[in-house]
């Protein structure tokens, strides 16, 4: 039964099979991604046919999803062959609305990977698609809408400011009470006799106005999840520099829902810089567990030339427990 088991990390899934030898179809066991439980199948005829599709449930009956996607389908051995199909963007209701032919013979140990570049949803009383990635107002705090818009009318109209952030292209205007209730960092300039007390004076000069700006707006409750993207790895500094933990731990999970090929190398330094235990693991899973680090040959290079010896060492590690001799 392990051969039909589908692992999944952030939105991709990843099938390992073992034996597809004199049997003609195979289907996998249920996997989650997003809102719906998936399966993946394979049948040999002439062709190769990879297929995708969502476990009949309530939600996929009302709400089919509309997915994007890649297919790739590798050999396990010395002579790897790796076939990856064109980026596929449609209704997903049962199991005749796609499949994939690959026209070569794979027996014996194989991989299939698909990942969801996008998963879209209609909403039950119609209207056009929407992403479920990111979910518009997860960043909102639990305050009321109402002191949510007193926040935001004290931070743009610079309502009783008494205090001025200088960025490195600007300044800002905020509140020496909101600041000193969201980090242990900022209370202490206020509370002790330091220069940012006597001045009312903070210098912010390793943000932009712009990056600075989105963190005001998460410290008051107003961000909006497309500036919160924008700007994730600025706010992780902001965050692991001031003490702002709820916002740190914020970007590692937001970090860590898209890893891809082109981000991992990137996010995994961010990890071991910001000690992020969860975004640091995730990369690991993707890289070795999944054998992406295939995909990142040439980045690899630069990354072993500058990384800390001990990621090095840690990284060394994992190949040692993910490739150990079975």
Not at 62 to 69: G, H, L, M, S
Not at 256 to 274: G, H, K, M, P
Request: hydrophobic share 40%; net charge negative; with cysteine.
């Amino acid at each position: 039964m392990g051969d039909s088991k589908v692992e999944t990390i952030s939105r991709l899934a990843q099938w390992r099979i073992d034996n597809f030898g004199p049997c003609s179809y195979k289907k996998s066991d249920p996997f989650k991604v997003g809102l719906w439980n998936w399966h993946l199948s394979i049948e040999k005829n002439r062709y190769l046919y990879i297929r995708l599709f969502p476990e009949p449930s309530r939600v996929s009956k009302e709400q089919p999803p509309y997915a994007k996607f890649i297919l790739r389908i590798s050999n396990v051995g010395a002579n790897r062959r790796l076939y990856i199909s064109p980026v596929h963007d449609r209704q997903l209701r049962t199991s005749d609305d796609f499949f994939w032919p690959v026209d070569s013979t794979f027996h014996g140990r194989f991989i299939i990977d698909v990942e969801f570049l996008d998963l879209r949803i209609c909403p039950i009383n119609g209207g056009e698609s929407v992403s479920i990635w990111p979910i518009d107002g997860t960043m909102q705090s639990l305050s009321s809408q109402s002191t949510l818009r007193c926040l935001a009318r004290m931070l743009d109209e610079g309502l009783h400011a008494d205090v001025t952030i200088q960025t490195s292209d600007g300044t800002l205007r905020a509140h020496k009470a909101v600041l000193s209730a969201s980090s242990p960092v900022f209370e202490s300039m206020f509370h002790h006799n330091l220069k940012e007390k006597a001045s009312s004076t903070i210098h912010i000069e390793d943000m932009s106005l712009e990056s600075c700006t989105a963190l005001l707006s998460y410290l008051y409750g107003t961000i909006k999840q497309e500036d919160f993207w924008k700007h994730r790895l600025a706010l992780l500094g902001a965050a692991n520099k001031y003490g702002i933990v709820d916002l740190k731990d914020a970007c590692e999970e937001s970090l860590l829902e898209d890893i891809n090929s082109q981000n991992v190398l990137e996010r995994l330094q961010e990890a071991w810089l910001y000690q992020l235990t969860k975004l640091k693991k995730g990369c690991m899973t993707y890289l070795f567990d999944f054998a992406k680090i295939n995909d990142v040959r040439e980045e690899i290079n630069n990354l072993f030339r500058q990384a800390d010896r001990e990621l090095m060492l840690d990284m060394f590690q994992e190949v040692l427990t993910v490739w150990k001799p079975v």
